[in-house]
């Protein structure tokens, strides 16, 4: 299992920070589209480091048009040696309406085709096929050689989607390098719904489970002391109670037979009643939404429920200290 880590949000800082991971044995390092741009500070920790692997983690991909997308993923990777793995996302609509000001569209669909589309761009620009894109949602046509990027060696970016629900994962397995599962799941959601919408793509597109990448990182509730412990309890109660509140994830809460806790949690969502929120999760819903024990215990938690189904996680392990941190990575890794 390859272990991730975040790459801090201080630009000044990140220099240092992915020296320090990349000595650490971290494999890799994201970013995620929050208060800064996710694709700009990873031109930094290229530029800082020589091994470790690159990604958004993740990019709101209809926030940006194909080509916009496939400039972003060249010059990344062709800068990184090859090290730049595309993650992308389609957020909900209000953010991309009201948020980005972007046209919305069938979501699964028009992911499907802006990753088909990119690809397109790409074979153009490294194999030399035409450029002949005409879709529902994006067409691209045009492109000359000056438009063309030189600097070709190291090829096209990996592409990876986050999905929640069975169709964007199925989309997932269909036209993207690998899945990014969101933090709120559970083992018996993705082992019921997941893995089969992943296979179900995958067949689409004539691949297996070893062409494919599944990225997930379980909620952990753990410490070093009893404060840090609690502390760490409240943060993931908060958001599971916010992630439980959207309708989407209605589904998610449904196969433990909680969906009605959804409606409740939507309503108070609404009322601006966050605190309230997180008391109604349970221990029960803690220890199934996500691993909480000793430290010592966590590692192999992650291993015995999720060994057989993910390839990478992150090992940010914030509630113990440094030396802590880096024997479970190392852990994780074996």
Known sequence: ??????????????????????????????TAEMNHDPFMPLLLAAEHSQNIEIATGIAVAFA??????ANLGHDLNAYSG?????????????????????????PAAQMRELIMAMRAIWANWYDGEPLRFEGKYYNHTLMTPAFTPEDKEHGAPKVTLAAVGPVMTEVAGEVADGLIIHPFSNEKYIREVTLPAVD???????RTREDFQISYTPFIVSGKDEETFEKEKQTVKNR?????????YKNVLGVHGWGEMQIELNKMSKQGQWAEMAELVTDDMLNTFGVMGEPDSIVTEIKSRFGDIVDRTSGGFTFVDTEKRL????????
């Open 64 to 69: 940006r048009s194909p080509m916009i997308l």
């Open 327 to 334: 024997e479970m990575v190392q852990e994780l890794r074996a």
């Open 240 to 248: 599971i109670s916010f992630y439980g509140s959207t309708p989407a």
């Open 200 to 206: 179900r793509g995958l067949e689409k597109s004539g």
């Open 82 to 106: 090859g090290r730049f793995t595309m993650g992308l996302g389609s957020q909900i609509r209000p953010h991309i309406t009201k948020r980005f000001s972007m046209p919305w569209g069938a």
């Open 1 to 30: 299992m390859k272990v991730d880590a975040h790459l801090t949000p201080d630009w000044k800082l990140i220099p240092e920070h992915i020296k320090k991971l990349e000595e650490q044995g971290y494999d890799g390092v994201g």
